[in-house]
T-cell receptor
Framework: GENVEQHPSTLSVQEGDSAVIKCTYSDSASNYFPWYKQELGKRPQLIIDIRSNVGEKKDQRIAVTLNKTAKHFSLHITETQPEDSAVYFCAASIQGGGTSYGKLTFGQGTILTVHP | EAQVTQNPRYLITVTGKKLTVTCSQNMNHEYMSWYRQDPGLGLRQIYYSMNVEVTDKGDVPEGYKVSRKEKRNFPLILESPSPNQTSLYFC?????????????FGPGTRLTVL
């Protein structure tokens, strides 16, 4: 089955700096890569996702890149703010078509701390 | 309001005492899933269901049971809880047909087994 590795496990940055979290996956059939943010005591919530037919996607201060050949994808947060402090999870999935599966395999999570 | 709900939110129990954690969604989603979250291990899937009466094991199913008698409900059953099942549990749901479908998570249930 799919295996997703996420690094680093903890990341500490100063406000205004950029943060990068990296994930690798094992199953070349995976075609959907969401990122979830989990604030302390809250549920995971989707912040951005990317499909395998796209190499990069941006949404304001966050962006995700995907390298299908190397089977890795990354989350980039620019101009970090204290409210970006949370646990971030990457995931990989095989989706699409008439028999969408939907199983998400998650990475281990990255605790991001943004210091004011 | 579209949402996934879980009950109870917190539960302390003793080894061997059967318990059920309920999960309900009002978005008419076909796909539902249970995860457990443990420090350093991320979210690991316990069981999932593609639709009513269709369930299958995830990555860590031992010690758990599920049922899907109605589309909106997907209870997680621990027949004989043990301390290694102490964890934070999340239910999630999504559409399953076509497209690339976001999973919506419930608020979580923190279970402690003594």
């Amino acid at each position: 089955g799919e295996n997703v590795e996420q690094h680093p496990s903890t990341l500490s940055v100063q406000e205004g700096d950029s943060a990068v979290i990296k994930c690798t996956y094992s199953d070349s059939a995976s075609n959907y890569f969401p990122w979830y943010k989990q604030e302390l005591g809250k549920r995971p919530q989707l912040i951005i996702d990317i499909r395998s037919n796209v190499g990069e996607k941006k949404d304001q201060r966050i962006a995700v890149t995907l390298n299908k050949t190397a089977k890795h994808f990354s989350l980039h947060i620019t101009e970090t703010q204290p409210e970006d402090s949370a646990v971030y999870f990457c995931a990989a999935s095989i989706q699409g078509g008439g028999t969408s599966y939907g199983k998400l395999t998650f990475g281990q999570g990255t605790i991001l701390t943004v210091h004011p | 309001e579209a949402q996934v709900t879980q009950n109870p939110r917190y539960l302390i129990t003793v080894t061997g005492k059967k318990l059920t954690v309920t999960c309900s969604q009002n978005m008419n989603h076909e796909y539902m899933s249970w995860y457990r979250q443990d420090p350093g291990l991320g979210l690991r899937q316990i069981y999932y269901s593609m639709n009513v009466e269709v369930t299958d094991k995830g990555d860590v199913p031992e010690g758990y049971k599920v049922s899907r008698k109605e589309k909106r409900n997907f209870p997680l059953i621990l027949e004989s809880p043990s301390p290694n099942q102490t964890s934070l549990y999340f239910c999630a749901s999504s559409l399953s047909k076509g497209g690339y479908n976001e999973q919506f998570f419930g608020p979580g249930t923190r279970l402690t087994v003594l």
